[in-house]
């Protein structure tokens, strides 16, 4: 005989793994501190006025 399932808690075992996934693909998206982040764009602000400082005139 097939084991018996409770749907309600099954449905809600999914819907608790899939919020630990999407938590887990934010985490990586948007976990950095904010210093991080305001290094991060200094950083690439320099290296555009470098880059754009370089740029021959034609």
């Keep these: 005989m097939a084991e018996l399932i ?3 808690k099954a449905r809600k075992a999914r819907a608790k793994a899939e919020g630990k996934t999407t938590a887990a693909e934010n985490r990586v998206r948007f ?3 904010k210093d991080e982040t ?3 764009k200094l950083e690439t ?3 555009r006025r470098d880059l754009d400082g370089k740029k021959r005139e034609e």
């Design 45 to 47: 602000g320099r290296a």
């Design 31 to 33: 976990g950095r501190a």
């Design 6 to 8: 409770n749907l309600n």
């Design 38 to 40: 305001a290094a991060t």
